[in-house]
């Protein structure tokens, strides 16, 4: 999704169209999601950016995409482009090694 959303509207409650825009990412993230994962694919990851443009918008984590938006709602923007694009994600497994056991000698 690349998409420029209007925070300010005339005659609309500004706080109304944020939680419009708001829910309006989380349900591409939801239907994104529940697509079937391609074999060897183990999840859905995401490519997010938030800006007030294309041009000058910035790499967000996905947890960070809704606060970002509110940043720039509350700077008074008057609108803010939201990229997110999915990608295939596989899990990395730690090597057993990496993890120290617990010594069975300690007396208490």
């Known amino acids: ?5 209007p925070l300010q509207a ?3 409650n500004p706080d109304r169209i944020l939680e419009a825009v708001k829910h309006e990412i989380r349900k591409y993230f939801k239907r994104e999601r529940n697509r079937t994962v391609p074999k060897g694919v183990d999840f859905w990851d995401f490519d997010c950016k938030v800006g ?3 041009d000058t918008a ?3 984590r996905v947890s960070g995409v809704i606060e970002a938006v509110d940043a ?5 923007a008057a609108s ?8 295939h994600g596989v899990r990395v497994l730690k090597a ?3 993890f120290e056991e ?3 000698d300690a007396q208490y």
């Open 96 to 98: 057993q090694d990496d």
């Open 1 to 5: 999704m690349k998409k420029n959303f």
């Open 58 to 60: 910035e790499v967000v």
């Open 72 to 76: 720039a709602a509350k700077a008074g």
């Open 10 to 12: 005339e005659g609309k």
């Open 80 to 87: 803010v482009y939201v990229e997110i694009l999915s990608k």
């Open 52 to 54: 007030l443009n294309a």
């Open 102 to 104: 617990p010594q069975q």
